[in-house]
């Protein structure tokens, strides 16, 4: 995205090639993952449909949703990078 930004303004017959390249990688790569989404939601439910309870939640492991909603800790550090707890 940094890269696209940095083509986005130049006015020139490379600038404007790249631009669009970068945009299109990056539109395509959005549309795959957006369509990686869906197609596990789909599943779910289908599973859910059926009473495959368990199908639902190995889907739910593949797709990561354990790794990404897990416990948060926010660490405060002082001037040295030493984490103060309190």
């Avoid at 303004?9 to 395509?28: F, P, T």
């Avoid at 492991?61 to 707890?85: A, C, L, P, R």
Wanted: glycine content about 6%; aromatic content about 10%; overall charge positive.
């Amino acid at each position: 995205m940094d890269e696209r930004r940095r083509w986005k303004y130049v006015n020139n017959q490379e600038g404007r090639k790249n631009y669009r390249r970068l945009r299109k990688e990056l539109k395509d790569t959005q549309t795959r993952l957006r369509r990686n989404v869906l197609t596990a939601w789909y599943k779910s439910m289908e599973f859910q449909r059926t009473g495959c309870y368990h199908l639902i939640y190995m889907k739910a492991k593949d797709v990561g949703w354990k790794e990404n909603h897990g416990v948060q800790t926010n660490d405060i550090e002082d001037s040295q990078g030493s984490i103060q707890i309190d």
